[in-house]
């Protein structure tokens, strides 16, 4: 089992930037892949941003460009740093791992895109 908890979130305006951190504890050992979704208000929770063991990256297309997931094994921590974020980016932003066909969820934190 691994327990993820987020930070980073906040208000911020369009244009802006910020950077959310995701910590694991627990197992650690046992995680594959690491990955951001967010729930926009009113909305079902949409994938965002993957990163797996080896480095690989994917992002969904309406952030292509403007997010980067990174992620420090010797930390047990996976980022993801938002730039020129849009009021659509609105959401509360969830950190995900896989452990072979588990998954476990952070908390969430809220990010909130306005003038």
């Known amino acids: 089992q691994v327990r993820l908890v987020e930070s980073g979130g906040g208000l911020v305006q369009p244009g802006g930037s910020l950077r959310l951190s995701c910590v694991a504890s627990?197992?650690?050992?046992?995680?594959?892949?690491l990955g951001w979704h967010r729930r926009p208000p009113g909305k079902h929770r949409e994938p965002v941003a993957t990163?797996?063991?080896?480095?690989?990256?994917t992002y969904v297309d309406s952030v292509k460009g403007r997010f980067t997931i990174s992620r420090d094994n010797a930390k047990n921590t996976v980022y993801l740093q938002m730039n020129s974020l849009k009021p659509e980016d609105t959401a509360v932003y969830y950190c995900?791992?896989?452990?072979?066909?588990?998954?476990?969820w952070g908390q969430g934190t809220q990010v909130t895109v306005s003038s």
């Open positions: 627990g197992n650690v050992f046992s995680i594959n892949d």
């Open positions: 990163i797996t063991s080896l480095g690989t990256r």
């Open positions: 995900s791992s896989t452990e072979n066909g588990f998954r476990s």
